[in-house]
């Protein structure tokens, strides 16, 4: 895997920090996020979809 670096500021490096476990990286620490913010969009859409009842049940298939 090739690395990069990414511009923060020191605020977000220390809320980075406090978001990982002693010895994690700041990689593993934002893949985990990035993935956490894909399941809440997941949920999100979900919930609108059952507000909207924009579903078809099975019986009507």
Do not use: C, H, P
């Not at 923060?8 to 010895?23: A, C, M, N, P, Y």
């Not at 893949?31 to 099975?58: H, M, Q, T, V, Y």
Request: net charge neutral; no cysteine; aromatic share 8%.
């Amino acid at each position: 895997m090739s690395a990069t670096t990414i511009a923060v500021s020191s605020e977000t490096k220390e809320i980075l920090r406090q978001f990982g476990e002693k010895g994690e990286s700041y990689n593993n620490i934002i893949r985990k996020l990035i993935k956490e913010a894909g399941w809440k969009k997941l949920d999100k859409r979900w919930n609108k979809i059952l507000e909207n009842d924009e579903f078809i049940s099975l019986d009507e298939l």
